[in-house]
């Protein structure tokens, strides 16, 4: 594999036009979450979707990990399936953390990954490649938990800690 500015553009491309996928399995894994933890969550758009896409491949160094991590997805397929199941849980598993963010987020998205992999269903019938499912539940995944929506987010957090020197001025 050969990972090129032109390669990164069209995973980007890629990952955008895969909104009607994602954006709903992403607001089905929301809701899901928001009821276990008995918060509401705001759903996301296509529009929202895109914009996130858009912004995570704005920043060049996620950007090319993020199309490596797509393109491999994309393109994997072992006979069987099932001797590729780790594999492809991996590459998922990594993507999201990567498009979710740094810590705590990261291990967030990481985390819900396995939900979302276990609500991603690709057409059977386009015969897929293995990681595909794997693909879209790591999309949903990384966008769900790096966007705005959960009110833990909206607010500060009470463990930061200011040295006061602001109030000095």
């Known amino acids: 594999m050969r990972v090129t500015p032109e390669t990164v553009a069209d995973e ?16 089905e ?17 296509e529009e929202t979707y895109r914009r996130e896409v858009d912004a995570v491949f704005a920043d060049g160094d996620l950007a090319v990990n ?12 072992v006979d069987g399936d099932y001797p590729g199941f780790v ?15 740094n810590h705590p987020l990261g291990l967030l998205g990481e985390a819900t990954f ?16 293995a990681g595909a499912d ?9 966008f769900q938990t790096r966007l705005p929506g959960w009110d833990w987010r909206e607010t500060e957090s009470p463990f930061a800690v200011h040295d006061g020197s602001a109030d000095e001025d």
């Not at 980007?12 to 607001?27: Q, T």
């Not at 396995?114 to 490649?129: C, V």
Request: hydrophobic share 50%.
């Open 134 to 142: 794997d693909l879209d539940a790591a999309l949903a995944a990384g």
């Open 66 to 77: 993020v199309a490596a991590l797509v393109a491999l997805l994309r393109d994997l397929d």
């Open 29 to 45: 894994v929301r809701a899901d979450l928001g009821d276990l933890f008995d918060t509401d969550v705001e759903e996301v758009s």
């Open 87 to 101: 594999v492809d849980e991996l590459l998922g598993r990594e993507l999201a953390g990567t498009i979710a963010g």
């Open 114 to 129: 396995h939900y979302a992999d276990l609500l991603s269903h690709p057409d059977e019938s386009a015969d897929a490649p």
């Open 12 to 27: 980007r491309e890629w990952v955008r036009d895969r909104a009607d996928a994602v954006v709903p399995l992403l607001n």
